[in-house]
């Protein structure tokens, strides 16, 4: 029984194991580590983890192609996209919100 359903159970793996905590935790990191440069701070510690979610990222978008190529790309997609336009929207917000 458990067979038929090894599509389902692997997608869900993909997704809320691999792909969303790792674009997630890219950002909360690469956030973090701006700050900290801004306050005359050090962010050694910080790079490693950006490895780390970049990895998990990588097996992800290799785990998809199990599915299917539509579907690796689906994940390689939306990592691109957070990494790229979301932290682009949370700094002009940011900037929008200490102008007005």
Request: hydrophobic share 60%; net charge neutral.
């Given at each position: 029984m458990l067979f038929i359903f090894w599509p389902a159970i692997l997608v869900f793996f993909i997704w809320h194991l691999l792909a969303f905590p790792a674009s997630n935790g890219y950002n909360v990191t690469l956030i973090a580590m701006r700050r900290a440069c801004l306050a005359?701070?050090?962010?050694?510690?910080?790079?490693?983890?950006?490895?780390?979610?970049?990895?998990?990222?990588?097996?992800?978008?290799?785990?998809?192609?199990?599915?299917?190529?539509?579907?690796?790309?689906?994940?390689?997609l939306y990592g691109n996209y957070v990494k790229t336009v979301q932290p682009l929207v949370y700094t002009i917000k940011n900037i929008l919100l200490s102008v007005f």
């Open positions: 005359g701070k050090t962010a050694r510690g910080r790079y490693q983890f950006v490895l780390l979610f970049d990895t998990a990222e990588g097996v992800a978008f290799l785990l998809g192609f199990l599915i299917s190529w539509e579907f690796a790309f689906a994940v390689l």
